[in-house]
Nanobody, 126 residues
Framework: QLQLVESGGGLVQPGGSLRLSCTHS????????IGWFRQAPGKEREKVSC????????AYADSVKDRFTISRDAAKNLVILQMNSLEPADAGVYYC???????????????????WGQGTQVTVSY
C-alpha cells in the first residue's frame, strides 16, 4: 500500500477550472492504476476518472465527460486531473487511489483500490 498525496484543491467559481495532482515520493505511479474519487457531504464516494497502469487507458464518469481530463506526467511522477467548466455539483473532497494491477481501471471500484491519499477539498461557489 502507498500513501498517496493529493494537491490542487481550492475554491473556484462555477465555470472555472482546477488542476488536481496525485503523487508519491518513492514509487513510480506509472506502474499503478490510479483513480480519482470524490465525496460530497451526505453522499457516497463516487469514482470520477481513472487511468490504467502501463497502458494508460482512461475512463470517466458520465457526469464529468468532456469537462475533466486525467493524464500522467511521468517525468514528475504525477497523475493529474484537469477539471474545467466546474459546477456546484462537482464540489467535495477529492481522493486519488492506487492499485498495482493489470486489470483495466474502468472495472475497478473503490474497494479494489488499496492505496489512498488524504483528500483535497474542492469548493465550487460564488
Amino acid at each position: 500500500q502507498l500513501q498517496l498525496v493529493e494537491s490542487g484543491g481550492g475554491l473556484v467559481q462555477p465555470g472555472g477550472s482546477l488542476r488536481l495532482s496525485c503523487t508519491h515520493s518513492e514509487y513510480n505511479l506509472s506502474d499503478y492504476s490510479i483513480g480519482w474519487f470524490r465525496q460530497a457531504p451526505g453522499k457516497e464516494r463516487e469514482k470520477v476518472s481513472c487511468v490504467s497502469g502501463r497502458v494508460g487507458k482512461t475512463a470517466y464518469a458520465d457526469s464529468v465527460k468532456d469537462r475533466f481530463t486525467i493524464s500522467r506526467d511521468a517525468a514528475k511522477n504525477l497523475v493529474i486531473l484537469q477539471m474545467n467548466s466546474l459546477e456546484p455539483a462537482d464540489a467535495g473532497v477529492y481522493y486519488c487511489a492506487g492499485r498495482h494491477t493489470s486489470r483495466p481501471c474502468n472495472v475497478l471500484g473503490s474497494a479494489d483500490f488499496d492505496s489512498w491519499g488524504q483528500g483535497t477539498q474542492v469548493t465550487v461557489s460564488y
